[in-house]
């Protein structure tokens, strides 16, 4: 079954760094769009980053640009999310997740379970 399974989360102070990773399987991962969603408590999921099944295009949000780095590693089903200078509104539950046809801002299909980022003050 497909499976996306997220880690690297976990307590960083304000200015730090975290390496997120997301390991594909169940489905044809080099020809799908993946993406890291987050939700702060009390907020809607929003998109983070993403990238395209071919890894040459990239999109961000407009609050982590500079700030984060999206890549993929077709032949090691792996999705990373690189995040630097951590602030404490990027506090969530951060989600992998992949679609086969929504582009990189559309409708994504399989997601992860999830994995907590808190940055402290």
């Known amino acids: 079954q497909v499976q996306l399974v997220e880690s690297g989360g976990g307590l960083v102070q304000a200015g730090g760094s975290l390496r997120l990773s997301c390991v594909a399987s169940g489905f044809l991962f080099s020809r799908y769009n993946v993406g890291w969603f987050r939700q702060a408590p009390g907020k809607e999921r929003e998109i983070v980053a993403s990238i395209a099944w071919f890894g040459g295009a990239t999109h961000y949000a407009d609050g982590v640009k500079g700030r984060a780095t999206i890549s993929r590693d077709n032949p090691k089903l792996t999705l990373t999310l690189q995040m630097d200078r951590l602030q404490p509104e990027d506090t969530g539950v951060y989600y992998c997740?992949?679609?086969?046809?929504?582009?990189?801002?559309?409708?994504?299909?399989?997601w992860g379970q999830g994995t907590q980022v808190t940055v402290s003050s």
């Open positions: 997740a992949a679609n086969g046809h929504g582009g990189l801002t559309g409708a994504f299909d399989y």
